[in-house]
């Protein structure tokens, strides 16, 4: 008799975001005249910069022609790529990352979902509260959590961000041994600053474990003081993967490219004690499971690194941000408190009040959707997540009409 992994049976009955989706379309259905304002997931909107759109052209055409075109390309990402991301998003902040330490996948989502897989199933987590399901999910799947208690996985240290801490949560007093920060965070918005990111490092050096650090909003920080990288921080190189997107960069999120970061430096043991290369792990993981990103999309991923294409996409960024501040000075003016915003895509909105109540009636009467800070974790409770992806048009009409319901 066939059977299940019953670990899948500790989930939720769905993710949370094609939960949201469920109710939104029964509205939607029930509502064909309401028009619906989507500020849910971070998904973006707005075309692909055009330097994306020559260089996916110009590939193609490529690969219409013997003499160019491409089959199987290397599994970690072509050359091009890996060195124009060394290059621009590591050696131009002063953070030592070779090519060959990057890693070119098709998203952070399952980047971040599949790393886990090659560490022990029995090790200590420490996961943040609220916090990107992905990570929470992908663990409970792999069988390394018990049951789910009052909201809550056994076996896992929650890294609680509140209004007390500024949404920041410090490093725990026990032991752990694979640690996952986000920053600028999903879904709160807040940034960690230098001192705050140094004393994670430390303490995974402390505790011989791993930090994965999620930093596919890093684009979006504006603050100069706040590190984009985990490896701005000396010694991180020992301690930490990073996770980087062109979803919210470069609006790949149709077209799917993304990278992470394993650098040769960092180490982890086998129950005997004996060293092990996390990079050896993950390439051994990655050529196994993947084949690499089609040719076409890593060109146009390539294109951002232009000088056109870093001016394209810091417009389109800046655009979302303008959106990102229209949205917490109108929440703020109805009296929430909010954070986020400013160096993030994402505006987290203190209600003080049930949050999937909160989502109801910001649908219910005035069309637009938010995430329910609930989903995200006991912590998201009285709070919700509002997105600034989306046309200037659609999040002034969402911002009026919610104003209007909330009066
Ligand atoms: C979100 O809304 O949290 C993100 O869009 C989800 C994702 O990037 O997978």
Not at 66 to 85: D, N, S
Not at 125 to 139: K, W
Not at 375 to 404: D, P
Request: glycine share 8%; net charge neutral.
């Amino acid at each position: 008799m066939i059977r299940i992994n019953e670990n899948y049976t500790k989930l939720k009955a769905s993710y949370l975001f094609a939960d949201i989706a469920r109710r939104v379309n029964t509205y939607v259905a029930a509502h064909p005249s309401k028009p619906v304002i989507r500020l849910g997931i971070g998904d973006v909107t707005e075309p692909l910069p055009p330097v994306c759109i020559e260089a996916l052209h110009a590939a193609t055409d490529e690969m219409s022609q013997r003499a160019t075109f491409k089959g199987y390309g290397p599994e970690q990402g072509y050359a091009f790529l890996r060195e124009a991301i060394a290059q621009h998003d590591y050696a131009a902040r002063g953070c030592a990352i070779a090519a060959d330490e990057i890693f070119v996948s098709d998203g952070s989502k399952c980047d971040c979902g599949n790393i886990q897989e090659i560490f022990s199933t029995d090790l200590r987590l420490a996961i943040p509260d609220p916090v990107y399901p992905v990570y929470v999910d992908t663990n409970v799947m792999a069988g390394r959590t018990g049951a789910n208690v009052d909201g809550r996985y056994q076996g896992i240290t929650y890294l609680e961000s509140t209004p007390a801490n500024g949404y920041v949560p410090s490093v725990p007093a026990g032991a752990a041994d694979l640690i996952y920060l986000c920053f600028p965070n999903n879904p709160t918005g807040a940034v960690a600053t230098r001192a705050q990111l140094a004393a994670w490092v430390a303490y995974a050096k402390q505790h011989k474990a791993v930090i994965l650090f999620d930093s596919a909003y890093e684009a979006y920080i504006r603050d100069p003081e706040i590190p984009h990288s985990i490896y701005e921080i000396e010694g991180a190189h020992e301690v930490a993967i990073e996770f980087r997107s062109f979803s919210k960069t470069a609006g790949f999120t149709g077209t799917r490219c993304a990278y992470t970061v394993v650098p040769k430096a960092l180490k982890a043991f086998d129950a005997a004690g004996a060293e092990h290369s996390v990079h050896a792990l993950w390439n051994r993981r990655h050529t196994t499971k993947f084949n690499g990103v089609a040719y076409p999309i890593q060109k146009a991923a390539a294109a951002i690194y232009t000088a056109a294409g870093q001016q394209q996409t810091t417009a389109l960024i800046n655009f979302y941000l303008e959106n990102a501040k229209l949205i917490r000075s109108a929440m703020t003016k109805l009296g929430f408190a909010c954070i986020g915003g400013d160096n993030a895509p994402y505006i987290w909105i203190n209600t003080g009040r049930d949050s999937w109540e909160f989502f109801d009636r910001l649908l219910n009467e005035a069309q637009v959707v938010c995430t329910p800070g609930a989903g995200f974790g006991k912590c998201g409770e009285g709070h919700v997540r509002i997105s600034a992806f989306n046309s200037r048009e659609n999040v002034e009409t969402a911002l009026a009409r919610i104003a209007a319901a909330l009066k």
